[in-house]
């Protein structure tokens, strides 16, 4: 198991230290990338390490880091080459430029070059769609990629290079890029570059301009109004709208109280609220378990539902016993519970007393065969 440095840890009391006492939770997401960048992924003892400083139980981590993908789960290359394969960048080439890098590397979806450089990913969206086909480098954008000019990058990145993304800064290690991820600067040179939209951004403005389409009244030259300010004025507006209110009109006199249950319906039932009138829970809660507080059976407007008959009983142990002994722990290329033909005979037995030791007690009772 891995031990993480002094300096990881000082970097997630550090990232702890942003939240209110209460809500250190919040600091999970931030962790992941800070136990990311000291391993290049997830590893158990990054999500034990998570599970400690946060005070959580392993399974809640492991469910947070499962459910994001940007969130490696097992060894990763120092650059990770993301290309959509999603519906616009896939028209527009995608998937060429996918099985290109494939056959070059010799690697598939979610695998590492042997020299552990390059990770190979299909994207689902890489929310460019304007600079499609569309390729990302540890998350930077190399824009309207070919299938060459793919090859071109993962050479040059193999070579020991890191060549200039089409936007956005000089290329740095999925590492580095979790160090970002988590919240800390980049301090290395060329690590932080300005730059402004291409021009496939700025077609509808463009088209905007050229037809003479704006928003009325907008003034771009607004200033941005602090919280205070903004505040303030909320409140002046809200005193406004609350002076400008006409006077309350009186009250309409009271109706005629509605006639009781039994004298509407005849029902014996208690006076009771209608069920869309309660929560989802308490009207469950009335429906299911009915007493001389709640609703009964012939309320209006409520059910109660009947138990059907109890299932057929069925040597369940003896076959979970034979099952398990029958499909060893699936590794992390098959997902378990896939060997249904070893799952349908261990029932088959269960039910006819020959499976796992029920061999034994039809022999013993003089039927059955021992197979």
């Known amino acids: 198991m891995s031990t993480f440095t002094e300096e990881t840890r000082l970097r997630a009391r550090e990232i702890i230290a942003r939240y209110p006492a ?7 997401l931030p962790l992941l990338h800070l136990v990311q960048s000291e391993e290049g992924y997830v590893s158990p003892a990054g999500v034990e390490f998570c599970a400690e400083v946060l005070g959580l139980n392993k399974a809640q981590v492991g469910a947070v880091a499962t459910f994001y993908t940007m969130y490696k789960r097992k060894p990763t290359g120092d650059y990770l080459v ?9 028209v527009l080439g995608g998937q060429k430029v996918y099985d290109a890098l494939a056959e070059h590397l010799g690697v598939g979806h979610e695998e590492t070059t042997a020299d552990g450089k390059i990770t190979l990913e299909h994207a689902e969206c890489l929310a460019a769609c304007d600079y499609g086909p569309v390729m990302t480098v540890n998350y930077d954008f190399f824009d309207n ?14 070579a020991g290079g890191r060549p200039m993304p089409t936007r956005g800064a000089r290329l740095c290690t999925l590492k580095e890029m979790a160090v970002q991820l988590a919240g800390f600067a980049d301090e290395r040179d060329g690590a932080v570059a300005d730059g402004g939209p291409g021009e496939p951004s700025l077609r509808g403005l463009r088209l905007a301009e050229q037809h003479g389409v704006s928003v009325p009244g907008f003034d771009p030259k607004t200033p941005i109004r602090s919280k205070a300010e903004a505040d303030r004025a909320a409140a002046e507006a809200k005193a406004k709208a609350e002076a400008a209110k006409p006077a309350p009109a009186p009250e309409p006199a009271k109706a005629a109280e509605p006639a009781k249950p039994e004298a509407a319906t005849g ?8 069920p869309d009138a309660k929560s989802p829970q308490v009207r469950t ?13 012939d309320a209006p407007g409520t059910k109660v539902p ?28 098959k997902p378990a519970g896939d ?33």
Do not use: H, I, Y
């Open 22 to 28: 209460d809500r250190s939770r919040s600091a999970l």
């Open 82 to 90: 993301s290309v959509c394969t999603n519906t616009m960048c896939d």
């Open 145 to 158: 990629v070919e299938p060459q000019g793919a090859l071109d990058v993962v050479e040059e990145l193999r």
């Open 267 to 274: 029902s014996t039932a208690p006076d009771v609220k209608a």
């Open 285 to 297: 809660a009335e429906t299911r378990q009915p007493d001389a507080a709640t609703a009964v059976p």
């Open 306 to 333: 009947v138990d059907g008959p109890a299932p057929v009983p069925r040597d369940a142990q003896a076959a979970q016993a034979a099952g398990t002994a029958a499909n060893p722990p699936a590794g992390d290329g």
């Open 339 to 371: 060997a249904v033909g070893a799952q349908e005979r261990n029932l088959k037995e269960a039910e006819a007393g020959t499976g796992a030791d029920g061999a034994d007690r039809a022999d013993a009772n003089g039927s059955g065969a021992r197979k």
